[in-house]
Structure formats: structure tokens, C-alpha cells
């Protein structure tokens, strides 16, 4: 498809085409408690802008929670709602459904008012996925972002299963006997969203920052396009990855280049790639993991391997970065 | 302000046999730091049968980078363990101190670490004949004029030096610890004493190096008097409270003020919470040789930058948490470069007084940056990279008029 198609498939939802069209006014404001550069803090910002004001957003227990309820202050400027740490996805059936029967009994004048729940990779990918399993499977329009900074940011960086294998957190220190304390690799919560629920239309992964605009565009995609949706964000964690807060950008685009994070859109089934790493020439995965304190305790080998687990995925998978099934092409031959 | 050899003595009458100590520190970066420096307060006073014990202050979990915090010591010479935790234990927050240690000098200039807490004096908690200890390289008079006026007499003692900053896995040890333990040993015997601290060191650390890192600072702490009213008038105001029953039904938070317009201060922001006080620098604009790309304003995570009329970006200080994103993204050669916030006296709009004068203003800001760049490294603590730049870029004369 080329950009015009793009751009047409997508016409009511009014992307964005260059960063100078980019809205200017803030639903999400300054004065908020996140740490300095957070990402996360962008990724609010975003998602808000793209959708414009008339919007509702839940928001599950996480650091973008927390941070953004400084003892009875706020930066949002719209309706905003807590709700519980795996109460995502149900707290955005509930609102979407709420509204859909206020407008249906008059209560309300009938317009188009977007919900987004925001969860993160703990509240999104691990404990509230059945939720959010759940809202994709029904027929509400409604978007779930699960903000994933790779870890249990907010109580001090626990592990969660979006945890990159290897990484240092308070539940996997490295140790003089034991090098390596998560054994696990990060879970494919996008990829698996997009398999299992024939009502979604819309899956993304994103980076706030890097390509520009790209995520912005997909929000303002996944609202378009109707019914359940679901956006997975990767956000460099200045706490938690430990790196200097200025290189947050840096990180985000680090983690597209090298691979380890794929870049795509599910669309209606189909997949596309919004950047393609396995065509452009990967950056080896050293370059990023090296920038980060919580790799700080990584050996050759230990490069080795997460290089080589990284290369599997893009040049083995049957679709690549994306579905660890292999061999049903052979199979079929 | 008068140079001392030994400190003021404390001549408030305490009804508690207490000494109280406080360490004030960037949230994350220094976290690892404030806490061994309580923990070895702590151990040292036992080991001269004092008792003692140590904790971080409540509200500031779950700490964020850059934003400060606070860890407090308590010493007695005759309380059981139980009374002096009956006493000092379990609160939020201390209102006063024998001692307030500030590790990050450009926290002089106040704190925020939450809602609703308005911008404070770092000199607050100050007993009269008490001690304000600075980690600094700048000399006395150029602190005081951040800190506000007390009706009475304290010290400011100055362990040279710079801001120790560490992440959260990779700690950087410089002796910064246990320099700090030096200089408490010179300032108040009563809570840990020099040969008592040399001890600890000796046994714990098993490095000759630490004790004479100790010893250094024990010896090259500065000391020196502020008099009653030197320094300024608070320019914060504190904020009132709301009582309970002024709130909403259910857990209720007011929204931010939905407005915008352009220029500077035209967003609505968070009233109640700025973030100023993060920074320990700030984003400098050569506004005259701005391109207007956008990339400062669409990368800032606090929103910050005010899209002005002419196309270019102000910066509210206030806000800025002086991450540094900006100065990362920007395309053009010194365009935004982060400089050291002690430097600077107030928040106004800088795009104001460009436009005022844009010629003195960039001789200003130019004069403010000097010639030194430093470079953070990619994970904090494990060093920066200097430059230098022989002379700044010329100025543009176009966009200046």
C-alpha cells in the first residue's frame, strides 16, 4: 500500500500528516509526578491529543495512576477513573456500555464519545488480561493501551512477564552464583490479542516517540475503525531500566531498530509492518541492551544469547516479530 | 556571614533528649546513597552506646527520578529503643532538625516532592543553632541567597564537592557515604563521633581508602554562620489545605483548567503540583537560532513548552523537570543546552525577554551556559563527558527583530 492508500483507508479518522499539523492544545497537562523523561507520561499525552477532548479515560492501578493523582491533584483535564489493577479492560466495558444506554434512554444527546482504558504490562498483559480479553471479544467501541515499561514500575520494579529476559529488578537481582535471575522472555501479549478475538479490528504496537507520529496515527486508527481495539507501547523506563532520563527517546528508538521490539498494525487480519526491521538492517541488540543499567551485569554470552533469540524471531517465526509458529508453510508444501 | 572553626551550639532547650537528622536527596539517583548514609549514622551511634534508628520519609514512595525525597536518623543518649520510637517514629514527615543534610546543592533553591505541598525552604526544618550541610562546590554566599531569612543564628557547613548521582542497580561508590559521616563527626560530636566513625568504616568497608575519604571531609568541611534575616523572603506561598468535609462526594479530584491559548502561560496546568524542583538543570533557548521543527515541544513528557504566536516554544520553568529530552532531540547545534539551575534566580518566561531584547538576551544565556558541555553518560553514575566550545555561535540577527 502506498502512503496515499494509507492515508485513504484511514480518511475519517484524520491522521496526522506532518508534525507541524500536530494539535497543539494538552488534555493531559503538566504538573504530574512521573519521573523525569518518563515515556509513559508521553504516552498519556498522546493518546489523549489524538483522540481530542470528548473522550472518557479509565486508568488501572500502575504508575500512571499513581503519579497522576499527587495527593488529590491531577494533570488530566478529561473525565478520568481509576480502577482496579486488573480492572482494566472490564472498567471500559462498563463505561462504554454505561454511555450506550444513557444516549439510548436520552439521557444524553447521542454523539461519539471514545473510551480508553489505559492499563500497564502488569495490569494490561498479566493479571487484567482476562479482562481485557474480554472487552475485545464484545461489540463496544472501546481501546485499551497497555503502557508497558517492562516491569512493576510504580512499587519499585518487580518482574511482571514483560519483563526482558535477563533484566535486574527487586525480584531478580543479579547474584554472585547466579548471573541471570529472569529466566523468562518478554510475553507476546499484542501478537496474541490480535490470534484470538475475531471482533478486533485494530492491534498495534507503538513508541511514543519513534517513528514520529506513528503513534499518535494509530490511536486515531483504532478509534476510527470501530469496535474493541488494543494498542501495546513500549516505554523506555529512566527508573526501572535504569538510564540518564534525557535518552528515553534514544532508548525507544533503540529497541525498534535492533528488533527486539517489532513494530506492526493488525488490520481487519492483516498485518502490517510500520517499521520494518527485518528489512532494514538490524542494529545489533548490544547497542541498546549496553545503555541500560538493569543489563549492567550482562557477559558476552549473555549478549550472545538474547542476539541470537532476537535473530530467531525475525528470520524464523512464520510471521516474523510477530507469531512463534514455525513450519506451517512446510507443512503445506 | 562569619567563617568558624567549630559550630554554633544548639541553644534551643529541647524537652526531648533528641538529636534529629535529616538527608535530603533526588529521588532515585541517590536513593542507594541517602540510605547507607542513615544505615552508617545509625550502626556508628550504636557502637558508642547511643541509641538510634533511621527511616525514609512515608510519602515519597514510590519515588521518582529526580524528585526529592528525604531519609531521617534519631539519636539519644539515655532513651530506650522503644521510647525514642515512640517519639520519632511513624511519621510522615519531621518538622525540625538538628541537622539537615542536602546531598544535590541546586536543592537549595526549595521542595516539592508531592501535591499539595506548595515549594518549601530547604532550611525549614532548621533548629536555631542547628545545621543546614550542603554538598557544593560553590562558596556560602551563593547558597544563602536561595535560602529563606530565619529569625535566628544556624550554620551552613559545605562538604566540597559534587552531586553524587547513581541509578537504580548501578551504584556509583565514590566515598560520597562516607564523607558525609565525616562531615557530621565535625559537626556534631554528640551524634557520631570521628574515632567511632573511623572504626565503623575500617571494619564494614575494609578499604583505606574510605577512611580517608572520611578523614578528608572531616577536615574539609567548611563552616560558616548565617545571622538572623540573612538570605530572602520566601517568594512560595504555602497552600492550604482543604478541610475534610470540602471535598467532593466519593474520592473526587478536580480536573485541570481545560484552557489554551498561545504564548507563554497559556496552557491551564496542574495548580496544585509543579515539578520545578526536579531539576538540577535547565533547557537554555538561543531562541535567535531556533528552526521551529517542533522537537522540544512534542518530546516534552511534562508539557512544558508554549507554542508562542512567531512559531517558536517558551519554556515554563516552573514545570520543567529539566530532564533533558529537549536538548536531546534538538537538531540544531546549541540551539537548547541544559545549564546548571543554580545559575538562574527565577522562572519568567524566557521567550518574553527575548523578544524584548533578543540581543541581551542571548548575551545573557550565553554568559549562563560558559563553555563547558557535559554529557551524561547512557546509565547514571558511570561518567559524564566533558567538551568545551571555544566561542559561542554567532548571533542571528534576522529573527531578533
Given at each position: 500500500?502506498?502512503?496515499?492508500?494509507?492515508?485513504?483507508?484511514?480518511?475519517?479518522?484524520?491522521?496526522?500528516?506532518?508534525?507541524?499539523?500536530?494539535?497543539?492544545?494538552?488534555?493531559?497537562t503538566?504538573?504530574?509526578?512521573?519521573?523525569?523523561?518518563?515515556?509513559?507520561?508521553?504516552?498519556?499525552?498522546?493518546?489523549?491529543?489524538?483522540?481530542?477532548?470528548?473522550?472518557?479515560?479509565?486508568?488501572?492501578?500502575?504508575?500512571?495512576?499513581?503519579a497522576?493523582?499527587?495527593?488529590?491533584?491531577?494533570?488530566?483535564?478529561?473525565?478520568?477513573?481509576?480502577?482496579?489493577l486488573?480492572?482494566?479492560?472490564?472498567?471500559?466495558?462498563?463505561?462504554?456500555a454505561?454511555?450506550?444506554?444513557?444516549?439510548?434512554?436520552?439521557?444524553?444527546?447521542?454523539?461519539?464519545?471514545?473510551?480508553?482504558?489505559?492499563?500497564?504490562?502488569?495490569g494490561?498483559?498479566?493479571?487484567?488480561?482476562?479482562?481485557?480479553?474480554?472487552?475485545?471479544?464484545?461489540?463496544?467501541?472501546?481501546?485499551?493501551?497497555?503502557?508497558?515499561?517492562?516491569?512493576?514500575?510504580?512499587?519499585?520494579?518487580q518482574?511482571?512477564?514483560?519483563?526482558?529476559?535477563?533484566?535486574?529488578?527487586?525480584?531478580?537481582?543479579?547474584?554472585?552464583?547466579?548471573?541471570?535471575m529472569?529466566?523468562?522472555?518478554?510475553?507476546n501479549?499484542?501478537?496474541?490479542?490480535?490470534?484470538?478475538?475475531?471482533?478486533?479490528?485494530?492491534?498495534?504496537?507503538?513508541?511514543?516517540?519513534?517513528?514520529?507520529?506513528?503513534?499518535?496515527?494509530?490511536?486515531?486508527?483504532?478509534?476510527?475503525?470501530?469496535?474493541?481495539?488494543?494498542?501495546?507501547?513500549?516505554?523506555?523506563?529512566?527508573?526501572?531500566?535504569?538510564?540518564?532520563?534525557?535518552?528515553?527517546?534514544?532508548?525507544?528508538?533503540?529497541?525498534?531498530?535492533?528488533?527486539?521490539?517489532?513494530?506492526?498494525?493488525?488490520?481487519?487480519?492483516?498485518?502490517?509492518?510500520?517499521?520494518?526491521?527485518?528489512?532494514?538492517?538490524?542494529?545489533?541488540?548490544?547497542?541498546?541492551?549496553?545503555?541500560?543499567?538493569?543489563?549492567?551485569?550482562?557477559?558476552?554470552?549473555?549478549?550472545?544469547f538474547?542476539?541470537?533469540?532476537?535473530?530467531?524471531?525475525?528470520?524464523?517465526?512464520?510471521?516474523?516479530?510477530?507469531?512463534?509458529?514455525?513450519?506451517?508453510?512446510?507443512?503445506?508444501? | 556571614?562569619?567563617?568558624v572553626?567549630?559550630?554554633?551550639?544548639?541553644?534551643?532547650?529541647?524537652?526531648?533528649?533528641?538529636?534529629?537528622?535529616?538527608?535530603?536527596?533526588?529521588?532515585?539517583?541517590?536513593?542507594?546513597?541517602?540510605?547507607?548514609?542513615?544505615?552508617?549514622?545509625v550502626y556508628?551511634?550504636?557502637?558508642d552506646?547511643k541509641?538510634?534508628?533511621?527511616?525514609?520519609?512515608?510519602s515519597?514512595?514510590?519515588?521518582?527520578?529526580?524528585?526529592?525525597?528525604?531519609?531521617?536518623?534519631?539519636?539519644?543518649?539515655?532513651?530506650?529503643?522503644?521510647?525514642?520510637?515512640?517519639?520519632?517514629?511513624?511519621?510522615?514527615?519531621?518538622?525540625?532538625?538538628?541537622?539537615?543534610?542536602?546531598?544535590?546543592?541546586?536543592?537549595?533553591?526549595?521542595?516539592?516532592?508531592?501535591?499539595?505541598?506548595?515549594?518549601?525552604?530547604?532550611?525549614?526544618?532548621?533548629?536555631?543553632?542547628?545545621t543546614?550541610?550542603?554538598?557544593?562546590?560553590?562558596?556560602?554566599e551563593?547558597?544563602?541567597?536561595?535560602?529563606?531569612?530565619?529569625?535566628?543564628?544556624?550554620?551552613?557547613?559545605?562538604?566540597?564537592?559534587e552531586?553524587?548521582?547513581?541509578?537504580l542497580?548501578y551504584?556509583?561508590?565514590?566515598n560520597?557515604?562516607?564523607?558525609?559521616?565525616?562531615?557530621?563527626?565535625?559537626?556534631?560530636?554528640e551524634?557520631?563521633?570521628?574515632?567511632?566513625?573511623?572504626?565503623?568504616?575500617?571494619?564494614?568497608?575494609?578499604?583505606?581508602?574510605?577512611?580517608?575519604?572520611?578523614?578528608?571531609?572531616?577536615?574539609?568541611?567548611?563552616?560558616s554562620?548565617?545571622?538572623?534575616?540573612?538570605?530572602?523572603?520566601?517568594?512560595?506561598?504555602?497552600?492550604?489545605?482543604?478541610?475534610?468535609?470540602?471535598?467532593?462526594?466519593?474520592?473526587?479530584?478536580?480536573?485541570?483548567?481545560?484552557?489554551?491559548?498561545?504564548?507563554?502561560?497559556?496552557?491551564?496546568?496542574?495548580?496544585?503540583?509543579?515539578?520545578?524542583?526536579?531539576?538540577?538543570?535547565?533547557?537554555?533557548?538561543?531562541?535567535?537560532?531556533?528552526?521551529?521543527?517542533?522537537?522540544c515541544?512534542?518530546?516534552?513528557?511534562?508539557?512544558?513548552?508554549?507554542?508562542?504566536?512567531?512559531?517558536?516554544?517558551?519554556?515554563?520553568?516552573?514545570?520543567?523537570?529539566g530532564c533533558?529530552?529537549?536538548?536531546?532531540?534538538?537538531?540544531?547545534?546549541?540551539?537548547?543546552?541544559?545549564?546548571?539551575?543554580?545559575?538562574?534566580?527565577?522562572?519568567?518566561?524566557?521567550?518574553?525577554?527575548?523578544?524584548?531584547?533578543?540581543?541581551?538576551?542571548?548575551k545573557m544565556?550565553?554568559?549562563?551556559?560558559?563553555?563547558?558541555?557535559?554529557?551524561?553518560?547512557?546509565?547514571?553514575g558511570?561518567?559524564?563527558?566533558?567538551?568545551e566550545?571555544?566561542?559561542?555561535?554567532?548571533?542571528?540577527?534576522?529573527?531578533?527583530?
Amino acid at each position: 500500500m502506498t502512503t496515499e492508500e494509507k492515508m485513504e483507508e484511514f480518511k475519517g479518522a484524520n491522521l496526522y500528516s506532518n508534525v507541524h499539523k500536530i494539535d497543539l492544545p494538552e488534555f493531559y497537562t503538566s504538573g504530574h509526578r512521573t519521573c523525569q523523561g518518563c515515556e509513559s507520561a508521553l504516552v498519556m499525552r498522546d493518546f489523549i491529543k489524538a483522540a481530542g477532548p470528548r473522550t472518557v479515560v479509565t486508568g488501572a492501578t500502575g504508575c500512571m495512576y499513581v503519579a497522576n493523582t499527587s495527593y488529590m491533584t491531577t494533570p488530566w483535564v478529561v473525565p478520568w477513573m481509576h480502577t482496579q489493577l486488573g480492572g482494566g479492560g472490564s472498567s471500559a466495558v462498563g463505561m462504554a456500555a454505561g454511555l450506550r444506554a444513557l444516549m439510548r434512554k436520552g439521557k444524553i444527546p447521542k454523539e461519539n464519545i471514545n473510551v480508553i482504558n489505559f492499563s500497564g504490562d502488569l495490569g494490561g498483559g498479566d493479571m487484567g488480561i482476562g479482562g481485557v480479553s474480554m472487552a475485545l471479544q464484545t461489540d463496544y467501541n472501546l481501546l485499551v493501551i497497555m503502557y508497558d515499561n517492562e516491569s512493576a514500575a510504580n512499587t519499585d520494579i518487580q518482574a511482571t512477564n514483560m519483563t526482558p529476559w535477563g533484566a535486574q529488578t527487586t525480584f531478580s537481582p543479579t547474584g554472585t552464583k547466579e548471573r541471570i535471575m529472569h529466566k523468562r522472555w518478554k510475553k507476546n501479549v499484542a501478537a496474541m490479542l490480535a490470534v484470538g478475538h475475531p471482533n478486533c479490528k485494530y492491534v498495534a504496537t507503538a513508541c511514543a516517540t519513534f517513528p514520529p507520529m506513528d503513534y499518535m496515527n494509530k490511536v486515531k486508527k483504532a478509534l476510527s475503525i470501530g469496535g474493541p481495539t488494543f494498542i501495546h507501547t513500549l516505554d523506555p523506563c529512566p527508573k526501572g531500566w535504569d538510564y540518564h532520563p534525557r535518552y528515553s527517546g534514544d532508548l525507544g528508538q533503540l529497541a525498534v531498530k535492533t528488533g527486539v521490539f517489532p513494530l506492526y498494525e493488525i488490520v481487519r487480519g492483516e498485518v502490517r509492518y510500520t517499521y520494518d526491521a527485518a528489512a532494514k538492517k538490524r542494529v545489533p541488540v548490544r547497542e541498546y541492551l549496553e545503555k541500560q543499567g538493569r543489563f549492567s551485569h550482562f557477559k558476552e554470552e549473555d549478549y550472545d544469547f538474547f542476539q541470537q533469540r532476537v535473530d530467531e524471531m525475525w528470520e524464523e517465526w512464520e510471521v516474523p516479530g510477530i507469531a512463534p509458529i514455525r513450519g506451517a508453510l512446510k507443512l503445506r508444501k | 556571614m562569619t567563617t568558624v572553626e567549630a559550630p554554633l551550639k544548639n541553644v534551643d532547650v529541647d524537652e526531648e533528649p533528641i538529636k534529629r537528622f535529616e538527608v535530603n536527596y533526588r529521588g532515585i539517583f541517590q536513593k542507594t546513597l541517602a540510605y547507607r548514609i542513615t544505615k552508617d549514622l545509625v550502626y556508628i551511634a550504636h557502637s558508642d552506646g547511643k541509641t538510634a534508628f533511621s527511616n525514609g520519609r512515608y510519602s515519597d514512595d514510590p519515588q521518582r527520578n529526580g524528585v526529592p525525597c528525604a531519609n531521617f536518623a534519631f539519636f539519644s543518649d539515655g532513651l530506650s529503643e522503644e521510647e525514642l520510637e515512640a517519639i520519632a517514629s511513624a511519621k510522615m514527615d519531621i518538622d525540625r532538625a538538628d541537622i539537615v543534610a542536602v546531598l544535590d546543592d541546586t536543592m537549595v533553591k526549595g521542595l516539592e516532592p508531592w501535591g499539595h505541598y506548595g515549594i518549601r525552604p530547604i532550611n525549614e526544618k532548621v533548629v536555631p543553632g542547628g545545621t543546614l550541610l550542603v554538598i557544593s562546590r560553590r562558596p556560602p554566599e551563593d547558597l544563602v541567597q536561595f535560602l529563606e531569612k530565619k529569625p535566628f543564628t544556624y550554620n551552613l557547613a559545605i562538604l566540597p564537592g559534587e552531586a553524587s548521582f547513581a541509578g537504580l542497580w548501578y551504584y556509583r561508590d565514590d566515598n560520597t557515604d562516607v564523607r558525609v559521616l565525616g562531615a557530621v563527626a565535625r559537626i556534631s560530636p554528640e551524634i557520631i563521633s570521628l574515632d567511632k566513625a573511623i572504626a565503623y568504616v575500617r571494619k564494614t568497608y575494609k578499604n583505606d581508602e574510605k577512611v580517608k575519604a572520611l578523614e578528608d571531609a572531616y577536615n574539609s568541611t567548611k563552616l560558616s554562620v548565617v545571622s538572623a534575616n540573612d538570605g530572602i523572603v520566601w517568594p512560595h506561598r504555602k497552600p492550604v489545605l482543604p478541610a475534610w468535609n470540602e471535598f467532593d462526594e466519593g474520592i473526587v479530584v478536580k480536573a485541570a483548567p481545560r484552557e489554551f491559548k498561545m504564548g507563554p502561560r497559556g496552557l491551564g496546568r496542574n495548580l496544585d503540583y509543579k515539578r520545578g524542583t526536579s531539576k538540577t538543570q535547565r533547557p537554555v533557548v538561543r531562541f535567535d537560532i531556533c528552526t521551529k521543527c517542533t522537537l522540544c515541544w512534542y518530546e516534552c513528557p511534562d508539557e512544558c513548552f508554549d507554542p508562542t504566536p512567531d512559531g517558536l516554544y517558551d519554556v515554563n520553568y516552573e514545570y520543567c523537570t529539566g530532564c533533558g529530552r529537549c536538548a536531546e532531540v534538538c537538531p540544531v547545534n546549541e540551539c537548547i543546552v541544559m545549564v546548571d539551575e543554580l545559575n538562574f534566580k527565577n522562572d519568567d518566561s524566557p521567550w518574553e525577554s527575548f523578544k524584548k531584547d533578543p540581543q541581551s538576551y542571548t548575551k545573557m544565556i550565553e554568559e549562563k551556559k560558559g563553555k563547558g558541555r557535559m554529557m551524561p553518560s547512557h546509565v547514571t553514575g558511570k561518567g559524564e563527558s566533558m567538551s568545551e566550545v571555544s566561542k559561542p555561535v554567532p548571533f542571528k540577527v534576522e529573527r531578533g527583530n
